[in-house]
């Protein structure tokens, strides 16, 4: 894979100047007292390798200078430091009550144990604080570590004795307690900030993976819980709720098995995420094998190797993020899938997802280790670091989750309309195989009697007007599914003509079976604009059906009248006739495409005439209806004027 274009264009100094405005941006926000507040004038650190000198020993070593935070990384040696405390140090905004008694303000609070000696305050026994000291033991109480002491008159030094098993870093001020309090609560806030962000990843990852309980929602949801409880452990607020109820080593060791678990969340995380995309095999087996490692770490740790689990732990931190960035690089799944089953992210998206991620944990753990000096910033590395890889993987998880559930609708939709093309072949197939089974039945009766006419040699004239009525019928048939098909495609356009009804209906009289049974009644002699094919078509299916279904030689009844209704002007026409042996058709089936009761099927029909009547009524504007009494069927058309 190509690097992106703009970061390939990216030179090594602006990379370089890129860090150090990203590390500042960083620092802006991290709460501090004012320094000019602070009471220490000077600082100064010796490492004690052996870490076994007194503090006798230890005060007539040489020390080094520092400013800020002290970092010597993992090590097993004792950090002893020199503070020059000067009461005068108090940039003329304290008064003198309040700096009789200042309070050393120790981050971050991770480390094991601190001892105080002050010249000032000669103890019998030993002024210690740390996670693995009682919460009891502290002078000042805060999320912090603090030590009371004078403010004193003159300058003088005091000596701090760190010694731990995380990594060496510490950072001490010295504040009035009204300074110190203000220091706090800009603290409480920033902490309150942070827990609030990881809060918000957890119930993210909780409305997402509840519904679908995905995998990669549900590991991302376990990876924040144990960043949340990270988070509380090194802030102190576990120290604190819990420090009456639980022995300090206790809650030392579980904080350090939150952060040992940090890297196997992360790598069951970036597995179940790039597993999608394709990886080398090899990669992903290296990326496995450092969450296998977890079982020999928490071993060693128990055997009392504390210090060296943890700081091989730090150095995996940087491993673990450059191993995902390389299986995001050489993934393949862009080349081998294409359209709708490409990746949800794109391979670009991925790489700069993962570079920004493995950039700001590499920073964070270069800067734990003490390879790269940083200032305050430092103390609160891997929480903002959490904070903010947090705010991309929620970025990439919500541009993954819109993709994919784009992807989901379109297969819906797709999956629908497949449906709907199921659905309307069935109908389709159904639609005809009953108009074969019509097609079948009814052609039967008529080509029998054609079959009987033709077998006798010298047909009668009888037999002759069977063959013709036969031939008169196959026809109809015909002409009803040549219509019906044309209707079913759309392709009748109508052809609007001025129209007399009276002469249409005298025609079809003439033409119909029987035109002696055909009685015509009219209050008007209306003209007016309608499809003359259409109408021929209503009207003759109408007068053919009452023929053929009423007793022979009975009258079928035909009454033209102006029609107000609520629709508007119009003409009502009615057809009416005595049952027959059919007897009465069924009201809710009987403008249904092939219907005709089981009675009728005496007579050749194709069940289409009342059905191609009703449809071409709307067409026309009207409507057909139904309308029996207790001696005639009746069939009622309305058509607008």
């Known amino acids: 894979m190509k690097p992106d274009s703009s970061l390939a264009r990216v030179s090594s100094a602006s990379r370089v100047y890129f860090l150090r405005r990203f590390i500042w941006v960083l620092a802006v926000c991290i709460p501090t007292a004012a320094l000019a507040a602070d009471h220490v004038a000077g600082r100064a650190y010796f490492e004690d390798k052996s870490a076994q000198l007194d503090f006798a020993q230890a005060k007539r070593q040489e020390y080094i200078p520092y400013t800020g935070v002290l970092n010597r990384g993992y090590t097993r040696s004792a950090i002893w430091i020199r503070l020059r405390i000067d009461p005068a140090e108090t940039g003329g905004s304290q008064n003198a009550e309040d700096a009789k008694k200042l309070v050393l303000r120790i981050r971050p609070t991770y480390l094991d144990e601190i001892e105080l000696f002050d010249p000032l305050q000669p103890a019998s026994s030993r002024r210690l604080v740390g996670d693995s000291q009682p919460v009891g033991n502290e002078e000042y109480s805060s999320l912090n570590y603090n030590f009371v002491i004078p403010g004193g008159d003159a300058p003088r030094d005091v000596w701090l004795r760190l010694k731990t098993t995380s990594t060496s870093l510490i950072y001490v001020e010295a504040l009035t307690r009204g300074e110190i309090q203000k220091g706090d609560h800009k603290q409480e806030i920033f902490y309150s900030i942070l827990l609030a962000v990881q809060l918000f990843f957890i119930v993210w990852a909780l409305i997402h993976w509840w519904p679908r309980r995905e995998k990669l929602i549900g590991i991302f949801l376990l990876r924040q819980f144990i960043c949340l409880i990270y988070a509380l452990s090194v802030m102190g607020y576990t120290r604190a709720l819990l420090g009456d109820f639980l022995p300090a080593i206790w809650q030392d060791n579980a904080t350090s098995m939150i952060i040992l678990c940090l890297i196997p969340g992360a790598v069951w995380f970036d597995y179940q995420l790039l597993r999608e995309y394709k990886p080398s095999k090899w990669l992903m087996r290296l990326l496995l094998v450092q969450a296998a490692l977890l079982p020999f770490e928490i071993a060693l740790f128990f055997a009392g190797q504390a210090a060296w689990v943890l700081h091989f732990n730090a150095v995996m931190l940087m491993v673990e993020p450059v191993t995902a960035l390389l299986l995001a690089i050489t993934a393949k799944a862009w080349k081998t899938a294409v359209g709708e089953d490409a990746p949800a992210i794109s391979r670009r998206g991925l790489a700069l997802f993962y570079f920004m991620l493995t950039l700001m944990i590499m920073i964070s753990a270069l800067m734990v280790l003490g390879i790269v000096r940083a200032p305050e910033l430092v103390i609160y590395s891997y929480l903002v670091t959490s904070v903010f890889s947090g705010v991309i993987i929620v970025m990439l998880l919500q541009l993954r989750a819109s993709r994919m559930e784009q992807r989901r609708l379109h297969v819906f939709t797709q999956l629908a309309i497949s449906e709907k093309e199921v659905e309307q072949e069935r109908q389709q197939r159904q639609e005809q195989g009953k108009f074969m089974a019509m097609l079948t039945h009814e052609l039967k009766t008529p080509l029998s009697v054609l079959r009987m006419v ?88 109408l007068i053919d059906n009452a023929m053929k279904y009423s007793p022979p030689e009975s009258q079928i009844q035909i009454g033209v009248a102006q029609d107000h209704s609520p629709q508007g002007e119009g003409i009502s026409i009615a057809v009416q006739n005595l049952p027959g042996t059919a007897g009465w058709p069924d009201a809710e089936k009987v403008f249904q495409k092939y219907y005709r009761s089981k009675a009728a099927h005496h007579q050749t029909g194709s069940g289409l005439g009342l059905y191609l009547a009703g449809t071409m009524a709307h067409m026309l504007g009207g409507e057909i209806a139904y309308a029996p009494d207790d001696i005639f069927i009746r069939f009622k058309l309305w058509l607008p004027i």
């Open 454 to 541: 033709l077998g006798n040699h010298v047909p009668s004239d009888e037999l002759r007007a069977h063959a013709d009525r036969a031939v008169r019928d196959m026809n109809n048939i015909i002409e009803r599914c040549l219509q019906t098909e044309k209707l079913a495609d759309q392709k009748l356009v109508m052809d609007l003509q001025e129209c007399s009804l009276m002469d249409e209906l005298g025609e079809l009289g003439r033409n119909s079976r029987v035109p002696d049974r055909l009685s015509i009644h009219s209050e008007i002699a209306p003209l007016f604009k309608t499809d003359m094919q259409m109408l021929r078509i209503i009207l003759a299916n």
